[in-house]
């Protein structure tokens, strides 16, 4: 079956880094885009960052653009996202996400929390 699991997150400072990774398994991982979301508390899910198939095309929410970097490895069956310059606003759960066919799939998520 098809299995998304995030790792990489935990508590960081202001203004430090994470890398969070996505291991996947259960479908042809090459052929599909990629995505990350999150969810801060009391707030909708959100689009972070999508990445295509092949990695050649990417896609950033406008609160994400030049500080966050989603890539994947296609021999890993794995996706990433570096974050830098996190802030205490952006502390939230991180899901992975792609689309097969009409289904969505999700991880089961990783709490980032930034805080001094």
Do not use: H
Request: with cysteine; proline share 3%; charged share 20%.
């Amino acid at each position: 079956q098809v299995q998304l699991v995030e790792s990489g997150g935990g508590l960081v400072q202001p203004g430090r880094s994470l890398r969070l990774s996505c291991a996947t398994s259960g479908f042809t991982f090459s052929r599909y885009a990629m995505s990350w979301y999150r969810q801060a508390p009391g707030k909708e899910r959100e689009l972070v960052a999508s990445i295509s198939s092949v990695g050649g095309s990417t896609n950033y929410g406008d609160s994400f653009k030049g500080r966050f970097t989603i890539s994947r490895d296609n021999a890993k069956n794995t996706v990433y996202l570096q974050m830098d310059s996190l802030e205490p606003e952006e502390t939230a759960v991180y899901y992975c996400n792609t689309r097969l066919g009409i289904r969505n799939y999700w991880g089961q998520g990783t709490q980032v929390t930034v805080s001094s």
